[in-house]
Structures are given as C-alpha cells and as structure tokens.
C-alpha cells in the first residue's frame, strides 16, 4: 500500500530540477498521489516544468498565486482534471524583489515590499481562503507551506523574505484554526535547510551560508530529497493530527547554540 494511494493534490512552485516542489511531485507521485502541478506563467515560459509533468503523467495550469482570479481557476481546472475535492496541497513559492536586486533591509523598497510579501505569504492566504470559500478540500486534507527559520531567528542577507516567512508562518497557525474547525483540513509550514535552488541561491553569500548551516547540523543540511519526504508524509493519513504547526527539517540546525567545528574554522 503506497502512502498517498487514492489521494489527490496540487503542487505549486516546480521550477525545474532542483525545486523543492519538483522533488515532492515525484514523491507524491511514486506514492501512488495524483497530482495537478502548476507555477507562474512567466516560470512556464523559463522553467522545466512541462518535462516534469510528462514524469508524473499529468498537466500543469499557469497561476499566479496572487491572483484570486487564477487561483479560483486553478482550483476548478484542477478538480476536473482529478476528478473531485483535493486532499493536499503544496505552497512552494518565494520571491522578493528587494533580495534579487540586492536591497539591504535597512533600505528597503516598499513596492517591492508589498510584492515580497504578496507573493511569498499573503498568496497563501488567499489559496487557503479561495479553498474554504469553494470547498473543494476533502476532510483531512493537508496544505503545506515552505518556510526558512529566518523567521524567528535574524540572518541579515534574507532581507525582507523573513518578514514575509514570519507572516506565512502566522498565516498557517491562523487558518489552520479555521480549516481544521470547519473540515479539520490540516495547515502547517516546513521549516527547510538551506537548498541550492533558483530562490535559495539568490541569496547573498548563499554558498557560506550554505556551509555554516550544514556544520551547525547535527546531521548536516537536510537536503531536497529528504525534504519532499516530509511533505509526502504530512500529505498522509500518518499525519492527520498534525497541524496548526512549523516543523523544523533542518538536521537540528534550529536547537543548536554553538557547534566547535564552525569555531575552529573562524579562529584558524
Ligand atoms: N532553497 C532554500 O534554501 C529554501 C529554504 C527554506 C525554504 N525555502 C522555500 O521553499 C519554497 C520553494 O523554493 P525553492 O527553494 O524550491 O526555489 P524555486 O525557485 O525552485 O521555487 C520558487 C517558486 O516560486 C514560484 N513563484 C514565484 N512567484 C510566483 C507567483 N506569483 N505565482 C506562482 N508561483 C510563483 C517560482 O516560479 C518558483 O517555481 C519557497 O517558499 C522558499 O522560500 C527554500
């Protein structure tokens, strides 16, 4: 019996290889899942994502999550393409303008702002209230969201993508109330290592970065793979009292106070 067999779902933010969302597709597919994918129109036009599709033997509708408009379609298009009501769905996006275009915190541009926080958490409110509006979750269904520990801790380079995982975050704790209330619908954050993707590398200094984290770990950076496992399993009925929560996957990078090797290396 395969974890996800007779279970539906959309996942967003497949780019190309090496997203994140790219690897839960492909897991939940050889979980026996059937999966809608979707992304961006203009990251249909650049991305991989049609190859990724003919892999899961599926289609991909363009949305723009922060479109109420697409996401509505999206929702209907989706449910035809599956046949019903949905039972998971991943929130795999993240962009700010002021991060690629190398504006510090402290001078920041606010339009881009509101379309850093647009994008990268208000959209998830809006996939989950469009959602609870048509009703077209099943019962015990699970939304997942991606999410960076810079929203509790400071990491300077993340510039304002931490604000806007603070209110993803917050949107989870907030709408999960609601959804679980209303169908108990499960909504949780996955709070991930540092990943070489498109928008994990657009941060300055990633590479550092990248292994700083990975000697901070107890088991080291937890990688993309091990990721979509998780996500995988939050999808599942294994994990159908799980919600309203953030889950570090992040090889005990979140626990740590100081790691001697990452002092060793500064003081050689
Ligand atoms: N890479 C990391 O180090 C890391 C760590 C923790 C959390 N995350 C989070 O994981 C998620 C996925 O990112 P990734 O690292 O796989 O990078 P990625 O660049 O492969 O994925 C980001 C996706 O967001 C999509 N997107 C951007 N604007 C959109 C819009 N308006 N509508 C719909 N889709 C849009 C992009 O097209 C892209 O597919 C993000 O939320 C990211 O913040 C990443």
């Known amino acids: ?3 996800l067999e007779g279970k539906v779902g959309l996942i967003t933010g497949a780019l190309d290889e090496n997203s994140i969302a790219w690897k839960v597709a492909l897991k939940a597919y050889d979980q026996g899942a059937r999966i ?6 203009v990251a249909l036009r650049m991305g991989k994502v049609n190859e990724l599709a003919r892999l899961c033997q599926t289609e991909v509708v363009p949305a ?4 109420l408009d697409d996401i509505r379609r999206l929702y209907e298009k989706s449910m035809e393409l599956l046949g ?10 993240g962009m700010s303008p002021n991060v690629r275009k190398g504006r510090a915190y402290t001078d920041l541009n ?4 509101q379309k850093t926080l647009d994008i990268s958490a208000i959209s998830f409110h809006k996939m989950l209230q469009t ?6 979750i099943n019962p015990w269904g699970s939304f997942t969201a991606l999410t960076y520990i810079a929203a509790q801790r400071v990491f300077p380079d993340y510039g304002d993508m931490a604000d806007a995982k603070a209110l993803l975050e917050s949107i989870a704790r907030g709408f999960g109330y609601h959804y679980g209330k209303f169908r ?3 909504v949780n954050t996955v709070s991930q290592s540092p990943t070489w993707t498109t928008a994990g590398s657009g941060v300055k200094g990633f590479d550092a970065f990248f292994d700083f984290a990975h000697k901070m770990s107890p088991l080291g950076n937890a990688p993309a793979e091990a ?3 998780f996500c995988v399993f939050l999808f599942s009925d294994m994990a159908r009292y799980i919600t309203m929560q953030n889950l570090y996957h992040d090889g005990g990078f979140s626990n740590m106070g100081v790691d001697p090797a990452v002092i060793l290396k500064n003081s050689e």
């Open 110 to 113: 606010y339009d881009f702002l």
């Open 131 to 136: 959602a609870y509006q048509m009703d077209c």
């Open 36 to 41: 809608v994918l979707t992304n961006a129109p």
């Open 184 to 186: 108990k619908v499960r």
């Open 1 to 3: 019996m395969k974890l």
């Open 84 to 93: 019903g009501k949905l039972d998971f769905v991943l929130h795999s996006i």
């Open 227 to 229: 990721c979509a496992d």
């Open 64 to 67: 723009d999550a922060t479109s």
